[in-house]
């Protein structure tokens, strides 16, 4: 039986072909007019969401890109702005530290001492001796009259401690909390010893030995005119709380009324008066003399 089945394949290729010029050459000659414009617009539109879809997708993948870029330039920039911030605020604190020193100074020559005809040096707080030490180092020394010994205040009149030794433009000052030396101090009109407590920067021990009384947490302890390291009358602090004798002795924590990490500016008062010391017997260091109040710029009280 013979296959009637022809390939039409070919035929089929050759009418598209002749077909495509025969619309290539009309679209040609109506420059892209009529039949063959109307077809091109609906490509158009056909594909009009499409590219709006590739736009979509691919537009925030370029800024993403570009964004990368201008990343590292942000990046620099923000630490350098960072830098300068930075060292704007080193200058800023160095101006309050001026002013804030300033401040205390001005008060501290104010300042009315109740301690008779005693020339005042002021000085600067230029440093601690070390991280842990309440010791700290004060730019006045011999050639100002200041000597071992010497009582310091601070700006509001409160005892601070001695000087413990100096030298050409400086003293090393040891704070009562800090000292060795116990200070004999005035509660009400019981007279006693008050030491400082060690790994403390504001709490001080008092010792009242003999027919002791009970004593009110705010009372006011002062020095003591029986002291020979400190002129009479100088605050040093306040009970910190209610306390009763035992027996006849009694003891109580004090709060010293000096902050001494914070001091700035100090007052060292010219004491003991050497002519008064040598009346009374007290020994003095040979170097001690007492500046006149034309060498000095402090007040006297």
């Known amino acids: ?57 691919v537009d925030p993948l370029a800024d993403f890109v570009g964004n990368l870029a201008d990343l590292a330039q942000l990046r620099s920039e923000n630490e350098a702005l960072r830098a300068e911030l930075a060292d704007l605020q080193a200058i800023q604190a160095t101006y309050e530290d001026k002013l804030a020193r300033l401040a205390q100074l001005e008060k501290a020559m104010a300042l009315q001492l109740d301690v008779g005809d005693i020339a005042t040096t002021p000085a600067n707080v230029i440093g601690r001796t070390d991280s842990v030490d309440l010791t700290f180092r004060i730019d006045k020394g011999e050639e100002s009259g200041v000597v071992a010994g010497n009582p310091v205040v601070d700006a509001n009149g409160y005892l601070v401690g001695r000087v413990l030794d100096s030298g050409p433009g400086f003293a090393i000052v040891v704070p009562l909390v800090a000292d060795v030396e116990a200070a004999t101090v005035v509660v009400g009109d019981q007279v006693g010893s008050l030491s400082g407590v060690v790994g403390t920067d504001d709490e001080l021990i008092l010792d009242v030995f003999d027919q002791a009384a009970p004593v009110l947490a705010g009372d006011q302890v002062v020095t003591s005119s029986q002291s020979f390291a400190y002129p009479p009358s100088l605050p040093v602090g306040e009970v910190a709380e209610d306390a009763v004798p035992v027996g006849r002795a009694l003891t109580v924590r004090v709060r010293s009324f000096v902050d001494v990490r914070s001091l700035r500016v100090v007052l060292v008062l010219a004491w003991p008066d050497p002519e008064a010391a040598r009346a009374d017997d007290i020994p003095i260091p040979t170097s001690t003399t007492v500046p006149s109040t034309t060498d000095t710029t402090g007040a006297s009280g």
Do not use: K, Y
């Open 1 to 57: 039986m013979r296959d009637d089945r022809r390939d039409h394949s070919l035929p089929t290729f050759i009418s598209l072909v002749a077909f495509a010029l025969m619309l290539m050459t009309l679209d040609v000659r109506s420059q892209g007019e009529g039949v063959l414009g109307t077809i091109r617009g609906g490509a158009n539109q056909l594909l009009a969401p499409l590219q709006a879809a590739a736009s979509f997708v």
